[in-house]
T-cell receptor, first 106, second 114 residues
Framework: KNEVEQSPQNLTAQEGEFITINCSYS?????LHWLQQHPGGGIVSLFM???GKKKHGRLIATINIQEKHSSLHITASHPRDSAVYIC????????FGTGTSLTVIP | DAGVIQSPRHEVTEMGQEVTLRCKPI?????LFWYRQTMMRGLELLIY??????IDDSGMPEDRFSAKMPNASFSTLKIQPSEPRDSAVYFC?????WGAGGYTFGSGTRLTVV
């Protein structure tokens, strides 16, 4: 059983589409993180959330603590958004989702 | 700040040799993590330190792996003896626990054991 589940595992979208990646977790957390990893690249922290919503450019992250669910939205997607997006939770322990591989086609 | 600094960036070694990976966290971050990433398993937490003290090493695969954090600005991950299945990218990350910022990851060390 995975403490953090992401969906979908793989996602292909046309440039300009609105994208949603979901993350559900089963443990108590103090914060949820969304990370981004470009092919062959390093890992960058996009958001850290403990409640509500955060926005950075075309990226929006939301979290519902009661439902233990978070979503990452990308508006007006662009080929440079192609990457693996990883959901991670921190609390008494640290868990990662297996990632969502996003490909945005021009 | 230059970010989390890992060295070396790439390491190729023969099976049986000792490998030492190094990490300098961001100044002021009090938690440091070592992760391993492979195609098969994705990102795995190996060990993390809080205030230089190892808190959870349950992710360390076996006794061949050891990690130290002698001070707040330096940590090492050692594999002795190395095996081909240890080939992976090893990331170090730091965070200010309970702080407003998220993880900062190093660029990783790509280890190949032949």
């Amino acid at each position: 059983k995975n403490e953090v589940e992401q969906s979908p595992q793989n996602l292909t979208a046309q440039e300009g589409e609105f994208i949603t990646i979901n993350c559900s977790y089963s443990v108590g957390i103090s914060a949820l993180h969304w990370l981004q990893q470009h092919p062959g690249g390093g890992i960058v922290s996009l958001f850290m959330l403990s409640s509500g919503k955060k926005k950075h450019g075309r990226l929006i992250a939301t979290i519902n603590i009661q439902e233990k669910h978070s979503s990452l939205h990308i508006t007006a997607s662009h080929p440079r958004d192609s990457a693996v997006y990883i959901c991670a939770v921190t609390g008494n322990q640290f868990y990662f989702g297996t990632g969502t591989s996003l490909t945005v086609i021009p | 700040d230059a970010g989390v600094i890992q060295s070396p960036r790439h390491e190729v070694t023969e099976m049986g040799q000792e490998v030492t990976l190094r990490c300098k966290p961001i100044s002021g971050h009090n938690s440091l993590f070592w992760y391993r990433q492979t195609m098969m398993r994705g990102l795995e937490l190996l060990i993390y330190f809080n205030n230089n003290v190892p808190i959870d090493d349950s992710g360390m695969p076996e006794d061949r792996f050891s990690a130290k954090m002698p001070n707040a600005s330096f940590s090492t991950l050692k594999i002795q003896p190395s095996e081909p299945r240890d080939s992976a990218v090893y990331f170090c990350a730091s965070i200010q626990t309970w702080g407003a910022g998220g993880y900062t990851f190093g660029s990783g060390t790509r280890l190949t054991v032949v």
